[in-house]
Every structure is written in structure tokens, then in C-alpha cells.
């Protein structure tokens, strides 16, 4: 008996060395705490994102405001955040299009993206577009997005393989969080509905679209940096 017993400690024992040893390898493959990234390098990474998101943020607000002090709060189609706004919106799709040329692996998933933020610069564009028939920007974002679309079709299941590779890229989670701001939040906080509540008979239709716009050009530059950072990350791998 006592034989026994002591070869069934020794087995527990291993037992939970073996446990504790993969627990151990597991908590050094989260790529956030990965021990061989030195202190340094972990802390510069992280004051680079501050520095990005200030800079994005002190953009957006000096935007706005020189389109207050200039156009009397008016945002129209000649602002400054309004041609930021396209700006930015070309730097997404010509990054995507970048990548499409660049990594062939993953092209057709690259150009439908890009063929997307293609569709919303149109889109922004639809003033100019009104001045040939109303609602003339719909035929060329339906070109655009169809040629895409088809294109993607043409290489069917691996179209969807080359999209999971491209969203694994970290910076896509902000690129995401960026066009939810903009398709769902923006739209939202923008209605006028909800500032004709707020501000009741005092209602001021400038106060409400110099909201709506600069929340739509914040969404607007994190896509642009994400897109770019995706990219970058993306192009470089071996």
C-alpha cells in the first residue's frame, strides 16, 4: 500500500507540473503581453496610438472650428471638414487598392473594401452630382459597387478566405469601430428629430450639423488611419 501511494503522488505531481507548464506557454502567446516585446518597445507602441488618436482629435476640432469662424458655422459642400471628409475617404479606398495590387493572395477581397469607401466618396459627393439630374450619384456608386461585387463573385469561396485574412489584422477592430460610428452612431446622434427635442423652440440647425459632422469626420479619420495601418501591416509581412 504505501508503494502504491507514493507512485500515486508522483503521478498528481507530474500531473500538475504538465498543467501549470501549459498555462504557463499559454499566457505568453497573447500577443498584448508577449514577453519578448522589451518594456520600451510596448510603451512607445502605446504612446503612438495617444499621439494618433490627439492628433486625429485636434484635427476634427480645428476643422469645425475654422468652418465657424469662416462660414458662420455653415458646413456646406466647400468646408474644409467636408473636403476632409472626402480626403480621407479617398486615402481608404486608394490604401485598399494599394493592397490589391501589392498581395495578389488577397486582392479580390481588397478591392471590394476599397470599392466600398469608393462608394462613399460618391456618396459624399451627391451635391455635385444633384447639379446634373437629382439623385445622379446613385449610377456610378451602382457601377462602382456592382463591378466590385462581381468581381469578388468571380473568385468565389476564396474571396471570403482572403476577407478573414485581411480582418484579422489588428488595426481592422478600429476600422470596424470606425464605419459603426459612422453608418450607425452619427446617423443617430444626427437626426433632426432628436436636436429639435433638445433644444425645443431655441432650435438652431447649425448647432445640430456641426455636431453631425464632426462626429462624421472623427469616424471618418479612424477609418483612414486603420485602413492605412492595416495596410502597412499587411504589405510588409513576408
Known sequence: MPACYKHLQVVLIMKIQTKSKEQSHMSFEIPEFNLSQSTSEVIYKRCQ???VVLAIGIIVNLAIRIDFVFLNGKIGE???TEMLQQFLLIVSSGAFAYLAKKRPEVKHAAMLIS????VMFIRELDH?????THGAWVYPAILTA???IF???????QTIEQLALILASPHMNLLVTGVMLLLV??????????WHGVMDEHYIRNVK??????TELLAYCLIAFASLKTVIGITRKK
Do not use: Q
Not at 455635385?128 to 446634373?132: A, L, N, P, S, V
Not at 468581381?151 to 469561396?157: P, R
Open 49 to 51: 496610438t495617444a499621439l
Open 115 to 118: 470599392a466600398f469607401f469608393a
Open 78 to 80: 466647400n468646408s474644409v
Open 185 to 194: 452612431f452619427s446617423r443617430l446622434f444626427g437626426m433632426g428629430s432628436f
Open 209 to 214: 450639423t456641426i455636431a453631425e459632422e464632426g
Open 146 to 148: 456592382g463591378s466590385a
Open 151 to 157: 468581381y469578388a463573385l468571380k473568385n468565389g469561396k
Open 128 to 132: 455635385w452630382f444633384d447639379m446634373i
